[in-house]
């Protein structure tokens, strides 16, 4: 059996729902929690787990999480059964750590423990020649999703919106550009007349 992957986006859930989300909860640990709910981190055991916009995170989930990076254990929220995993975490932000540990807004201990292998990704518009390669893969996967096989490229007009564009929501905001001149393309190619205004 392959490994097991699971992303978690700290920013799409409230504090306890997240919580809940990574290390489960017993029936009736809050309102709504009509059964027992195994978490991320138990799913996960043996695994990895992708921890998205973890900057977002709030000061009590930061504390549970260096728990379980520290001695693989943790509670089920309302519960008191202690879990033993062994989970790989690779955690994502586009926030800086460093200046919100200044600020007392993210766990210093937490830093150290995820900082173990850090790969620092500059802003798109500092690598353009990443855009070409970038508008390939969205293209080719949101035509797939839309059903739109019959289109076959990016025309040169268009190719050259997007190089010089800064990008201030980065590979994200290509993403939603890329789908939106799919949407407003008729042909077989994309060119610049499909892109949104603020690109051209």
Same mark, same amino acid.
């Given at each position: 059996?392959?490994?097991? +992957? /699971?992303?978690?986006?700290?920013?799409?859930?409230?504090?306890?729902?997240?919580?809940?989300? @990574?290390?489960?909860?017993?029936? #009736?640990?809050?309102?709504?929690?009509?059964?027992?709910?195994?978490?991320?981190?138990?799913?996960? =055991?043996?695994?990895?787990? !992708?921890?998205?916009?973890? #900057? =977002?995170?709030?000061?009590?989930?930061?504390?549970?999480?260096? $728990?379980?990076?520290?001695?693989?254990? !943790?509670?089920r *929220?309302?519960?008191?059964?202690?879990?033993?995993?062994?989970?790989?975490? /690779?955690? %994502?932000?586009?926030?800086?750590?460093?200046?919100?540990? %200044?600020?007392?807004? !993210?766990?210093?201990?937490?830093?150290?423990?995820?900082?173990?292998?850090?790969?620092?990704?500059?802003?798109?518009?500092?690598? %353009?020649?990443?855009?070409?390669? @970038?508008?390939?893969? +969205?293209?080719?996967?949101?035509?797939?999703?839309?059903?739109?096989?019959?289109? *076959?490229? *990016?025309?040169?007009? %268009? @190719?050259?919106?997007? $190089?010089?564009?800064?990008?201030?929501?980065?590979?994200?905001? @290509?993403q939603?550009? /890329?789908?939106?001149?799919?949407?407003?393309?008729?042909?077989?190619? /994309?060119?610049?007349?499909a892109?949104?205004? !603020? *690109?051209?």
């Open positions: 059996a392959l490994p097991i +992957f /699971v992303a978690v986006n700290c920013a799409a859930l409230p504090d306890q729902l997240l919580e809940s989300e @990574l290390f489960g909860h017993e029936k #009736g640990a809050f309102t709504g929690a009509d059964r027992r709910r195994t978490g991320r981190f138990e799913q996960c =055991d043996g695994g990895t787990i !992708f921890l998205d916009e973890i #900057g =977002d995170m709030a000061p009590i989930v930061q504390a549970k999480v260096l $728990r379980v990076l520290q001695e693989q254990k !943790f509670e *929220v309302g519960g008191n059964e202690t879990i033993t995993t062994d989970v790989r975490i /690779v955690a %994502a932000t586009n926030r800086n750590l460093e200046e919100m540990v %200044a600020e007392g807004e !993210f766990r210093d201990d937490l830093l150290y423990r995820l900082n173990g292998f850090t790969i620092n990704l500059p802003p798109l518009r500092q690598r %353009a020649e990443d855009i070409p390669d @970038l508008i390939e893969y +969205f293209l080719g996967r949101a035509s797939r999703e839309m059903r739109k096989s019959d289109l *076959v490229g *990016v025309a040169h007009d %268009a @190719l050259a919106a997007m $190089r010089a564009y800064a990008w201030p929501g980065n590979v994200r905001q @290509l939603s550009v /890329v789908r939106q001149a799919i949407i407003n393309t008729t042909g077989t190619v /994309v060119d610049a007349s892109l949104p205004e !603020f *690109v051209r």
